[in-house]
């Protein structure tokens, strides 16, 4: 942590205050959703990066389940409900819960790329158990429709 000794340069203030936000944004950008693009053997350095690595394991363990909530996630790396929310809000931008229904959709669109199961199947399987939010979610998230997305993948 840096401290700033009175008095200051407000123009060191703000320059100080810049910094700290663009690292922010920066480390917002590298964890948002990063496991999807990461080799699995990536190794863990920072705590964040230990934070996050041991949110995608237990995300990678349960995802397919539709009763896996946020208070299990909380539960299950050790975290109350404010602590996580407070911790992944600020390295993501998401709450858990989008974040966990991001991991499911990232989940549905490679199941979808890479295999013959239809969309209900796809969605079943990684945790919706409502197919027309799975939908609404999907062209939201990848800004196309699911039969979309596994039509030309399939094609």
């Given at each position: 942590?840096?401290?700033?000794?009175?008095?200051?340069?407000?123009?060191?203030?703000l320059?100080?205050?810049?910094?700290?936000?663009?690292?922010?944004?920066?480390?917002?950008?590298?964890?948002?959703?990063?496991?999807?693009?990461?080799?699995?053997?990536?190794?863990?350095?920072?705590?964040?990066?230990?934070?996050?690595?041991?949110?995608?394991?237990?995300?990678?363990?349960?995802?397919?389940?539709?009763?896996?909530?946020?208070?299990?996630?909380?539960?299950?790396?050790?975290?109350?409900?404010?602590?996580?929310?407070?911790?992944?809000?600020?390295?993501?931008?998401m709450?858990?819960?989008?974040?966990?229904?991001?991991?499911?959709?990232?989940?549905?669109?490679?199941?979808?790329?890479?295999?013959?199961?239809?969309?209900?199947?796809?969605?079943?399987?990684?945790?919706?158990?409502?197919?027309?939010?799975?939908?609404?979610?999907?062209?939201?998230?990848?800004?196309?429709?699911?039969?979309?997305?596994?039509?030309?993948?399939?094609?």
């Open positions: 942590m840096t401290y700033v000794t009175k008095p200051f340069d407000q123009e060191m203030l320059a100080r205050m810049k910094n700290l936000l663009r690292e922010r944004k920066i480390l917002r950008e590298k964890f948002s959703l990063a496991w999807a693009n990461s080799p699995a053997g990536h190794a863990v350095v920072t705590a964040d990066e230990k934070f996050m690595g041991r949110l995608n394991s237990i995300l990678e363990r349960s995802y397919h389940d539709p009763e896996f909530s946020t208070s299990a996630l909380g539960r299950e790396a050790g975290y109350s409900h404010s602590v996580l929310y407070r911790k992944l809000k600020a390295l993501t931008n709450s858990p819960n989008a974040y966990i229904r991001n991991f499911r959709l990232i989940k549905a669109q490679r199941l979808l790329a890479s295999s013959n199961l239809d969309v209900s199947s796809a969605a079943y399987s990684c945790g919706f158990s409502n197919l027309s939010y799975f939908s609404k979610c999907f062209k939201e998230f990848f800004h196309q429709a699911p039969h979309e997305s596994h039509n030309s993948q399939n094609h």
